[in-house]
C-alpha cells in the first residue's frame, strides 16, 4: 500500500458529462501529479501540485483541470467528456516540489466514457 | 521533444531464466532515471539512478545507467511467476520538470 488513496475506484459516464477525481497524498508529501495512462499512449504526465500551487504543467487538455486544497488533497476534474478519455487516471505524490525523491502511485481511477 | 524508448515491448521467458530490459532516452536536461513495477495497479517504485555505472541493487533486481550512451538496463536474474508484470522506466527532464514514461516492457514468466 503507497499510502495515496483516490476515489472512486471506477467511474462509467457518458459523453459531454463532467466527473471529479478525487486524490489525498501520502502523509507527509507537498507534491501531487495526475498522470493518465491509455493502452496507446502509456502514462502520460498532466499536471503537478505543489503545497497548493500548480508547479508544472504536461500534456493537460483545457477541458480538464485541478487543483489542490489546504489539506493537501487533490481533485482533477474532467468536463465535457470524449470516448477518448477514457483511461485509467493515477494520482502519485512526493515529499518535495522537485522528483529528489521517488514517486508513490495511488492505485488509480478508471474512467470509462460510453 | 523528450522521448524515452523501451525494449522490447514484451518478453516470455520460463522460471528461473534471466531478462536484460533495455531502457534508452532523449531528454533536455537528464536528472534522474527511475525503474518501476506495474502489476495490476498502482507503479510501485524499484531504482532511482542518478550517476553512470554504479549498480543499484534489490534482491534479484539490479539497474545500472550510462549517462554517456543514454540508456540504462535492468536485470532480473532467477525470475518467478510474481515477476511477471509491467516494467516502467522514466527519466525527469529537468528542462520541462517532468517526469516523461517510456511505453513499459511486458514481462511474462511461465512456470
Known amino acids: 500500500d503507497s499510502g495515496v488513496t483516490q476515489t472512486p475506484k471506477h467511474l462509467i459516464t457518458a459523453t459531454g458529462q463532467r466527473v471529479t477525481l478525487r486524490c489525498s497524498p501520502r502523509?507527509?508529501?507537498?507534491?501531487v501529479y495526475w498522470y493518465q495512462q491509455s493502452l496507446d499512449q502509456g502514462l502520460q504526465f498532466l499536471i503537478q501540485?505543489?503545497?497548493?500551487?500548480?508547479?508544472a504543467k504536461g500534456n493537460i487538455l483545457e477541458r480538464f483541470s485541478a487543483q489542490q486544497f489546504p489539506d493537501l488533497h487533490s481533485e482533477l476534474n474532467l468536463s465535457s467528456l470524449e470516448l477518448g478519455d477514457s483511461a485509467l487516471y493515477f494520482c502519485?505524490?512526493?515529499?518535495?516540489?522537485?522528483?529528489?525523491?521517488?514517486?508513490?502511485f495511488g492505485n488509480g481511477t478508471r474512467l470509462t466514457v460510453t | 521533444e523528450d522521448k524515452v524508448v523501451q525494449s522490447p515491448l514484451s518478453l516470455v521467458v520460463h522460471e528461473g531464466d534471466t531478462v536484460t530490459l533495455n531502457c534508452s532516452y532523449e531528454?533536455?536536461?537528464?536528472?534522474?532515471l527511475l525503474w518501476y513495477k506495474q502489476e495490476k495497479k498502482a507503479p510501485t517504485f524499484l531504482f532511482m539512478l542518478t550517476s553512470s555505472g554504479i549498480e543499484k541493487k534489490s534482491g534479484r533486481l539490479s539497474s545500472i545507467l550510462d549517462k554517456k550512451e543514454l540508456f540504462s538496463i535492468l536485470n532480473i536474474t532467477a525470475t518467478q511467476t510474481g515477476d511477471s508484470a509491467v516494467y516502467l522506466c522514466a527519466v525527469e527532464a529537468g528542462g520541462a520538470q517532468k517526469l516523461v514514461f517510456g511505453q513499459g516492457t511486458r514481462l511474462t514468466i511461465n512456470p
Open positions: 502523509s507527509g508529501d507537498l507534491s
Open positions: 531528454v533536455t536536461n537528464f536528472r534522474s
Open positions: 501540485y505543489y503545497n497548493g500551487e500548480e508547479r
Open positions: 502519485a505524490s512526493s515529499v518535495g516540489e522537485f522528483y529528489n525523491s521517488p514517486l508513490h
